[in-house]
């Protein structure tokens, strides 16, 4: 089994900036894409970006793009999300979650990951 764990989140005014952590354990920490994706209230589970562990390709949703980052620390076995001119649109939870089947997959897809985490809520104030 694997344990996410995601911490970060708050109350932050619009503009300001944020950095979500994801930290893995529980298995050798070999999956093969981790993704972040988020939840606000009364809405479905979007996508916001996703990391593939031996490439290190990113992706991004277009509501991001330009205002996210996400990045790894392999020693650490930690995702980061660092979250830009954050808007009140961007309230949200947020999760991350672990792919560790192989094989192509949309990695902007939620049932294509193994594990999630629990959650962080970040919420924006305009």
């Known amino acids: 089994q694997v344990q996410l764990v995601e911490s970060g989140g708050g109350l932050v005014q619009a503009g300001g900036s944020l950095r979500l952590s994801c930290a893995a354990s529980g298995r050798r920490f070999s999956s093969n894409a981790m993704g972040w994706f988020r939840q606000a209230p009364g809405k479905e589970r979007e996508f916001v970006a996703a990391l593939t562990w031996s490439g290190g390709r990113t992706y991004y949703a277009d509501s991001v793009k330009g205002r996210v980052t996400i990045s790894r620390d392999n020693a650490k076995n930690t995702v980061y999300l660092q979250m830009n001119s954050l808007k009140p649109e961007d309230t949200a939870d947020y999760y991350c979650?672990?792919?560790?089947?192989?094989?192509?997959?949309?990695?902007?897809?939620?049932?294509?990951?193994?594990?999630w985490g629990q959650g962080t809520q970040v919420t924006v104030s305009s």
């Open positions: 979650a672990a792919r560790y089947g192989g094989g192509v997959a949309d990695l902007s897809v939620g049932r294509w990951y193994d594990y």
